[in-house]
């Protein structure tokens, strides 16, 4: 059992540049979500879903957009890279049984932006 | 809204020492309350949770216990290992909304 797989590990972006940060879970949870974790500031939401085909902002949503055409998808999506979001990018499934159910985090994404 | 303060690192201890890490939050209502730990270069992983006041959640020696009245869920080890290092996240849920609230983290270095 995979868990929650995030592509890629490390990735070195320019200003301006466009990427997908990947996420796939295999354990057929229904809420998905992504956050960035900055140092001195914790772990900050940026998107989440509750299911296929639905998505909602978090804390942080400017930059990024996210789609859900799978349960088990996730893609996380940078049009115009800034240097702002420099950050290790986690993200984090949870079956949609309850509110204390935990998160299942991926091993993370440290993206550079010059 | 929601928010979840813990006590600022970094904490150095020797082995087998005591801990504690301090956790507050602000909330309305009832939220469930957790802790996750981050290993070095790893994603976070839960290591207790308590959903309801005066709940005690433990795991590997761990504990933390659910304060309503004091809005606290205080962390506290009694003696810890090297592998303990770590950084430490407080977090909680409230109400229908599935978005967990984490604290800024605490890290935790273990001297042999």
């Known amino acids: 059992n995979a868990g929650v797989t995030q592509t890629p590990k490390f990735q070195v972006l320019k200003t301006g540049q466009s990427m997908t940060l990947q996420c796939a879970q295999d354990?057929?949870?229904?809420?998905m979500s992504w956050y960035r974790q900055d140092p001195g500031m914790g772990l900050r939401l940026i998107h989440y879903?509750?299911?296929?085909?639905?998505?909602d902002q978090g804390e942080v949503p400017n930059g990024y957009n996210v789609s859900r055409s799978t349960t088990e998808d996730f893609p996380l999506r940078l049009l115009s890279a800034a240097p702002s979001q420099t950050s290790v990018y986690f993200c984090?499934?949870?079956?949609?049984?309850?509110?204390?159910?935990?998160?299942?985090f991926g091993s993370g994404t440290q993206l550079s932006v010059l | 809204g929601d928010s979840v303060t813990q006590m600022e690192g970094p904490v150095t201890l020797s082995e087998e020492a005591f801990l504690t890490i301090n956790c507050t939050y602000t909330?309305?209502?009832?939220?469930?309350l957790f802790w996750y730990v981050q290993y070095p270069g790893e994603g976070l992983q839960l290591l207790l949770k308590?959903?309801?006041?005066?709940d005690k959640g433990s795991n590997k020696g761990f504990e933390a216990t659910y304060r309503k009245e004091t809005t606290s869920f205080h962390l506290e080890k009694g003696s810890v290992q090297v592998s303990d290092s770590a950084v430490y996240f407080c977090?909680?849920?409230?109400?229908?909304?599935?978005?967990?609230?984490f604290g800024k983290g605490t890290l935790l270095t273990v001297n042999p």
């Open positions: 879903s509750v299911g296929a085909g639905i998505t």
């Open positions: 977090a909680l849920v409230n109400g229908s909304n599935y978005k967990l609230t």
């Open positions: 308590a959903t309801k006041a005066d």
């Open positions: 984090a499934s949870s079956p949609r049984r309850g509110t204390n159910e935990k998160l299942f």
């Open positions: 354990m057929n949870h229904e809420y």
């Open positions: 909330a309305t209502g009832y939220p469930s």
